[in-house]
């Protein structure tokens, strides 16, 4: 039968290599966001965050890079490893007045390290 | 490192069932969330749960769904009367702070026959 589904898109890379994983996020008005990692058969691993008012954030090998103007973050990894392999998706958290936060996942991309 | 645990970690169950699933949240978190993820899909927020009580939940989170924290460690989502649709992987999670740096659990995929 048909199955029903995303088809995330795919990254591969060489060990080694920088990879760059973008997301495009939905609402203007978000102002923290989060990087995930999920590797088959486990649930998602924080790697990441970054507040709307920086454009850039650093991490251990991570790179998190914010662009308000057209919504768009991106994750780079430097020196890539096969133990990177995994679906790598980010969340949008939207505050409202009230203070009630809306979580928004992103779709994720595949990332497939070849040795 | 601290962990969110979860079990069972595969439960099956008939339509119509209802059926718990326990999650143990890291000690000293404060918040603590039910995701899910229907296959090959995004996760999907369910609830968030702060203080003994719902502080959020989603359209998803029906009459059907509540949870509990029964005790100082223990964390549950019951599902009453399961559909073929709630067939998913839950994931359970805990914060310090809310909606920040949070740890999942590795999931109980629920596959409802």
């Known amino acids: 039968g048909e199955s029903v589904g995303l088809h995330l898109p795919t990254l591969s890379v060489q060990e080694g290599d920088n990879s760059i994983i973008n997301c495009a996020y939905s609402?203007?008005?978000?102002?923290?966001f989060i990087w995930y990692k999920q590797e088959s058969g486990k649930g998602p691993q924080f790697i990441i965050d970054?507040?709307?008012?920086?454009d850039k954030r650093q991490g251990q090998r991570v790179t998190v890079l914010l662009n308000k103007t057209v919504k768009h973050l991106s994750l780079q990894i430097a020196a890539t490893q096969p133990g990177d392999s995994a679906v790598y998706f980010c969340?949008?958290?939207?505050?409202?007045?009230?203070?009630?936060?809306?979580?928004?996942f992103g779709t994720g991309t595949k990332l497939q390290v070849i040795p | 490192e601290p962990e969110v645990t979860q079990t069972p970690s595969h439960q099956v169950t008939q339509m119509g069932q209802e059926v718990i699933l326990r999650c143990v949240p890291i000690?000293?978190?404060?918040?603590f969330y039910w995701y899910r993820q229907i296959l090959g899909q995004k996760v999907e927020f369910l609830v968030s749960?702060?203080?003994?009580?719902?502080?959020?939940k989603s359209e998803i989170f029906d009459d059907q769904f509540s949870v509990e924290r029964p005790d100082g460690s223990n964390f549950t989502l019951k599902i009453r009367s399961t559909k073929l649709e709630d067939s998913a992987m839950y994931f359970c999670?805990?914060?310090?702070?809310?909606?920040?740096?949070?740890?999942f659990g590795s999931g109980t995929q629920l596959s409802v026959l």
């Open positions: 749960f702060y203080n003994n009580e719902i502080s959020e």
């Open positions: 969340a949008e958290i939207l505050t409202n007045s009230g203070g009630y936060q809306k979580v928004t």
């Open positions: 609402n203007s008005a978000s102002d923290y």
């Open positions: 000690s000293n978190h404060l918040y």
């Open positions: 970054i507040r709307s008012n920086m």
């Open positions: 999670a805990s914060s310090v702070v809310v909606n920040e740096k949070l740890f």
